[in-house]
Protein backbone atom coordinates (compact mmCIF):
# COMPACT_ATOMS: atom_id res chain seq x y z
CA UNK A 1 0.00 0.00 0.00
CA UNK A 2 1.26 3.33 -0.78
CA UNK A 3 1.06 6.39 1.36
CA UNK A 4 0.31 10.08 -0.08
CA UNK A 5 1.09 13.43 1.16
CA UNK A 6 1.89 16.58 0.90
CA UNK A 7 2.88 18.81 3.39
CA UNK A 8 3.45 22.14 2.65
CA UNK A 9 4.81 25.21 5.27
CA UNK A 10 5.28 29.08 5.07
CA UNK A 11 8.03 29.47 8.08
CA UNK A 12 9.53 32.82 8.80
CA UNK A 13 12.04 33.13 11.14
CA UNK A 14 13.84 36.47 12.19
CA UNK A 15 17.53 37.21 13.74
CA UNK A 16 18.26 37.85 17.16
CA UNK A 17 17.14 41.38 18.18
CA UNK A 18 15.52 41.42 14.78
CA UNK A 19 18.74 43.27 13.70
CA UNK A 20 20.07 43.85 10.05
CA UNK A 21 22.83 41.30 9.83
CA UNK A 22 21.82 39.34 6.96
CA UNK A 23 23.88 41.39 4.33
CA UNK A 24 22.45 41.40 0.43
CA UNK A 25 25.44 40.09 -1.43
CA UNK A 26 25.76 37.09 0.59
CA UNK A 27 21.85 36.35 0.82
CA UNK A 28 21.81 34.23 -2.10
CA UNK A 29 25.02 31.61 -0.64
CA UNK A 30 22.63 31.76 2.75
CA UNK A 31 19.84 30.45 0.73
CA UNK A 32 21.71 28.17 -1.43
CA UNK A 33 22.85 26.88 1.92
CA UNK A 34 19.48 26.07 3.89
CA UNK A 35 18.77 24.33 0.31
CA UNK A 36 21.27 22.07 0.86
CA UNK A 37 19.93 21.20 4.90
CA UNK A 38 16.21 20.92 3.44
CA UNK A 39 17.28 18.53 0.88
CA UNK A 40 19.55 16.31 3.38
CA UNK A 41 16.61 16.35 5.15
CA UNK A 42 14.75 14.67 2.61
CA UNK A 43 12.14 17.79 2.47
CA UNK A 44 11.77 20.10 -0.42
CA UNK A 45 12.58 24.00 -0.56
CA UNK A 46 9.94 25.56 -3.04
CA UNK A 47 11.04 28.71 -2.52
CA UNK A 48 13.12 31.12 -0.09
CA UNK A 49 13.57 34.66 0.38
CA UNK A 50 13.72 37.45 2.85
CA UNK A 51 15.37 41.25 3.72
CA UNK A 52 18.51 41.76 5.91
CA UNK A 53 16.28 40.71 9.08
CA UNK A 54 14.46 37.80 8.51
CA UNK A 55 13.66 34.59 6.23
CA UNK A 56 10.58 32.92 4.45
CA UNK A 57 10.57 29.77 3.17
CA UNK A 58 7.59 27.56 1.40
CA UNK A 59 8.49 23.86 2.46
CA UNK A 60 7.67 20.42 2.06
CA UNK A 61 8.80 19.00 4.95
CA UNK A 62 9.06 14.93 4.86
CA UNK A 63 6.49 13.74 7.13
CA UNK A 64 9.06 11.51 9.61
CA UNK A 65 10.33 15.27 10.78
CA UNK A 66 8.74 17.21 13.34
CA UNK A 67 8.47 20.77 12.12
CA UNK A 68 10.09 22.09 15.47
CA UNK A 69 12.97 19.79 14.42
CA UNK A 70 13.56 20.98 11.06
CA UNK A 71 13.54 24.63 12.04
CA UNK A 72 15.88 24.14 14.73
CA UNK A 73 18.00 22.72 12.32
CA UNK A 74 18.01 24.99 9.70
CA UNK A 75 18.44 28.10 12.26
CA UNK A 76 21.25 25.82 13.71
CA UNK A 77 23.09 25.05 10.86
CA UNK A 78 22.43 28.19 8.69
CA UNK A 79 23.96 30.00 11.96
CA UNK A 80 27.03 28.02 12.38
CA UNK A 81 27.45 28.79 8.71
CA UNK A 82 26.84 32.18 8.70
CA UNK A 83 29.53 32.90 11.26
CA UNK A 84 32.10 30.68 10.38
CA UNK A 85 31.90 32.13 6.69
CA UNK A 86 32.98 35.56 7.72
CA UNK A 87 30.82 37.18 5.37
CA UNK A 88 27.74 38.11 7.80
CA UNK A 89 30.09 39.74 10.43
CA UNK A 90 27.60 41.64 12.44
CA UNK A 91 25.31 38.35 12.43
CA UNK A 92 24.57 37.42 16.20
CA UNK A 93 22.13 34.17 15.62
CA UNK A 94 18.70 33.43 14.69
CA UNK A 95 16.07 34.64 17.65
CA UNK A 96 14.80 31.78 19.30
CA UNK A 97 11.04 31.53 18.22
CA UNK A 98 9.44 31.05 14.71
CA UNK A 99 6.25 30.91 12.55
CA UNK A 100 4.78 28.30 10.69
CA UNK A 101 1.44 27.75 9.06
CA UNK A 102 0.35 24.92 7.06
CA UNK A 103 -0.72 25.66 3.29
CA UNK A 104 -3.05 24.10 0.87
CA UNK A 105 -1.78 22.76 -2.48
CA UNK A 106 -4.24 25.52 -3.72
CA UNK A 107 -2.36 28.71 -2.39
CA UNK A 108 1.25 26.84 -3.07
CA UNK A 109 1.65 29.70 -5.79
CA UNK A 110 0.11 32.36 -4.26
CA UNK A 111 2.38 32.02 -1.20
CA UNK A 112 5.61 31.61 -3.70
CA UNK A 113 4.84 34.85 -5.11
CA UNK A 114 4.54 36.72 -1.82
CA UNK A 115 8.07 35.35 -0.86
CA UNK A 116 9.66 36.23 -4.19
CA UNK A 117 8.57 39.53 -3.57
CA UNK A 118 9.80 40.21 0.10
CA UNK A 119 12.33 43.13 -1.03
CA UNK A 120 9.43 44.71 -2.51
CA UNK A 121 6.94 44.03 -0.41
CA UNK A 122 9.27 45.57 3.01
CA UNK A 123 9.71 48.72 1.36
CA UNK A 124 6.16 49.41 2.30
CA UNK A 125 5.78 47.17 5.48
CA UNK A 126 8.24 46.59 8.31
CA UNK A 127 8.65 42.74 9.31
CA UNK A 128 7.65 43.47 12.71
CA UNK A 129 3.92 44.70 10.85
CA UNK A 130 4.24 41.84 8.48
CA UNK A 131 4.85 39.29 11.00
CA UNK A 132 2.20 40.49 12.91
CA UNK A 133 -0.53 41.02 10.00
CA UNK A 134 0.65 37.40 9.27
CA UNK A 135 -0.11 36.01 12.79
CA UNK A 136 -3.63 37.85 13.10
CA UNK A 137 -4.46 36.22 9.43
CA UNK A 138 -3.51 33.00 10.40
CA UNK A 139 -5.60 33.29 13.96
CA UNK A 140 -2.39 33.09 16.38
CA UNK A 141 -2.93 34.31 19.67
CA UNK A 142 0.35 36.70 20.17
CA UNK A 143 1.86 37.06 23.37
CA UNK A 144 3.34 40.40 23.43
CA UNK A 145 6.13 39.17 25.95
CA UNK A 146 7.34 36.94 24.00
CA UNK A 147 6.80 38.64 20.29
CA UNK A 148 9.88 38.89 18.10
CA UNK A 149 12.07 38.13 21.62
Known sequence: MTSYRQLFYHIVFHTKGSEKTINDSHCKDLYN?????????????????????????????????PVSDFVRDVKSFSSGWM??????????????????FSVSYREKDMII???????????????????????IEEGVTIDEKYFLK
Not at 42 to 65: C, F, R, W
Not at 83 to 100: E, N, R
Open 33 to 65: YIWGIVKNKNSKLYQINGIEDHIHMLVDIHPTI
Open 113 to 135: GYIKKQKEHHERISFENEYRKLL
Open 83 to 100: KQTGHFQKFKGWADGYGV
